[in-house]
């Protein structure tokens, strides 16, 4: 134990002077950035949170390229259809990407590697550790920080000679045009509907090509839109899908990989358009399966003569723009915070607390637990039957077998055994407990706020996922 | 006739977690032709085993639901009236927006 404490102390005073010298190197940048504001550039190419066009100085060959960017970036340019042009085009562009998550991490990586003169990023969220198996760009030291911040501090360390821009703001429709005005190109990486429709009207109203990309569970989809004259977002998809048909990573899970091929394919896109080298993938889709193997690109239709933003007769302006409502249009958030539904009566349900007091008390019942049977794998409640809401209906007579169980057990009437239902988060016991009631269960009752309530109140053990 | 039938982004879990299938269809009793409005009503009947509501509104498919006809979006062949020959892959996709 004694050897424990002075390594304990060891490493505190490590901590320490690790902390000292970062703070020391922390104030010598903020010095160099200060007395580089003090330099007039050219085409003010520098100034604060502006992203214009970096500016090249011209060298002896005439192309711009110093010294080191020539060995830093000389695969590019032993490329013959790369070359020397190409690269001093990314070199000089500008890209923005929105979201900084699965789709957004190998994006930027690539972006920064490859000498994108300005990139750009737009997220709010903080790092979370279930982010990590796929937002590779982030690191366990970073969990808790904003993502932007991760980020960016990824791609310095990767090229520190070009700029990146930090938005650490949630995009919406009265920052979006301010923001995405400072960039060439967009890639859209972000996880929500609302926000697909805002970010390619902002695109359309701003004259931008989009750089479209998304992930779920298994599959992959890719495509760019507002390229040249080519469809935008709302050709393909002139009214919203029903929200039920809306599924999230955080629901259905995603295999950490696909959305890395799928971010790596939009970096490849942004940088074919930024260098002008290529065919970007406008007017057709890339649908990818994980599963099978399989990469199909299909031909899509073009630009909507009467699209409602993009097409002949639109009159979709910034101000139109500005004033849209695109949660009440997609009828879903922008944020992806958990739905949070109150369907039932409050003497219908308890709260996980209460549960557990009746629990210690030896109180007669039968716990069903409604989610799908993969995450009952996960982790569950002891002695919880597991009867997905999909087979409820089918399944009843388990339900009523292990109340007589019970009773048997327990020594009450049927009458005296409680039926309590759980979930994940609160929403799906309510449906159950909604067509408990109707089939004559009428003392069921719901766990509010489910496991993760268990989780945040009872049992701070217990895993949440 | 002969077709294949794709399924993709979460609509295959309307019809038993199975992607792809291996169908014959015939043009109804009286018509020459198979349309995709013919397939869909098809599909409806035989395919589809839950939320035909996630798969359907009216006599289309949902909003936000390609269907691609030979690796082609059906808005370029005529969409409803898109005329199928024997052999064709008619692909059913649902757009995904996560990342």
């Known amino acids: 134990m004694e050897s424990n404490g002075e390594d304990a102390s060891r490493i505190l005073r490590e901590i320490e002077t690790l902390k000292a010298a970062k703070a020391d190197i922390e104030h010598r940048i903020s010095v160099l950035e200060a007395r ?36 830093r970036y000389s695969r590019h340019l032993l490329l013959p259809s790369f070359g020397v042009q190409g690269q001093s085009s990314l070199l000089k562009s500008s890209i923005l990407v929105v979201g900084a998550g699965g789709l957004g991490a190998p994006a930027l990586l690539y972006l920064a590697a490859c000498g994108v003169g300005c990139i750009g990023t737009v997220d709010h969220d903080v790092v979370e550790l279930n982010n990590l198996h796929r937002q590779i760009i982030h690191t366990e030291a970073y969990v808790g920080q904003p993502k932007v911040q991760s980020a960016a501090a990824a791609c ?75 469809p935008c977002y709302r050709c393909l998809f002139p009214t919203p899908p029903p929200t039920t048909a809306c599924q999230r990573c955080s629901d259905s899970g995603v295999l950490g990989v696909v959305p890395g091929i799928i971010g790596c394919l939009q970096a490849l896109e942004a940088i074919k358009i930024a260098s002008a080298v290529g065919e970007p993938l406008s ?31 639109a009159t979709f302006t910034q101000q139109k723009f500005q004033d849209f409502d695109y949660e009440k249009f997609t009828r879903s958030p922008l944020s992806t915070t958990p739905l949070k539904l109150n369907l039932l009566p409050a003497d219908s349900r308890i709260t996980s607390k209460e549960y557990n007091d009746r629990l210690v008390n030896g109180e007669a019942h039968v716990l069903v637990d409604v989610r799908p049977s993969h995450h009952f794998n996960i982790v569950s409640l002891p002695k919880s039957l597991n009867i997905p809401l999909s087979s409820l209906e089918t399944r009843m007579s388990e339900i009523s077998s292990a109340l007589k169980e019970e009773e048997e057990q327990k020594g009450s009437n049927h009458s005296g055994t409680s039926i309590y239902v759980v979930c994940r988060r609160g929403n799906d016991s309510q449906r159950a407990v909604e067509y408990l009631h109707k089939i004559g ?12 309530s268990w989780a945040h109140d009872v049992d701070p053990n217990f895993p949440t996922y | 006739m002969q ?45 589809i085993k839950e939320r035909p509501e996630m798969f359907m509104k009216g006599d289309s498919v949902r909003p936000g639901v390609l269907v691609l006809v030979n690796d082609c979006d059906w808005e370029l062949s005529g969409q409803l009236d898109t005329t199928l020959e024997e052999k064709d892959v008619i692909v059913f996709i649902s757009t995904l927006h996560g990342g």
Not at chain 1, 297 to 311: A, H, M, T, Y
Not at chain 2, 18 to 41: A, F, R
């Open chain 1, 36 to 71: 580089l504001r003090d330099i007039p550039l050219p085409n003010d190419a520098i100034s604060g949170v502006s992203c214009s066009s970096m500016s090249i100085a011209d060298s002896a060959a005439g192309h711009g390229l110093s010294p080191d960017m020539i060995y």
């Open chain 1, 156 to 230: 310095r360390s990767i090229n520190s000679t070009i700029q990146i821009v930090e938005h650490k703001e949630a995009l919406c429709t009265s920052n979006a045009l301010e923001i995405l005005s400072k960039y060439d190109l967009v890639i859209d990486a972000t996880d929500n509907v609302p926000s697909r429709y805002m970010i390619s009207d902002c695109c359309v109203v701003l004259g931008k090509p989009l750089v479209s990309g998304a992930a779920l569970g298994l599959e992959g989809q890719l495509t760019v839109y507002n390229y040249k004259g080519g």
């Open chain 1, 283 to 313: 007017g057709r889709m890339l649908l990818f399966d994980a599963l099978s193997a399989r990469i199909r690109i299909v031909k899509i239709r073009g630009r909507l003569s009467q699209c409602e933003v993009c097409g002949e007769n």
């Open chain 1, 441 to 452: 269960f009428t003392s069921a009752k719901d766990i509010i706020g489910g496991l993760e």
């Open chain 2, 3 to 47: 077709l294949t039938l794709e399924f993709g982004g979460g609509l295959e879990l309307l019809c038993e977690s199975v992607k792809i299938h291996s169908v014959n269809v015939d043009p109804q009793v009286g018509e020459e032709k198979l349309t995709m409005k013919d397939l869909l009503s098809w599909v409806r009947a035989n395919l």
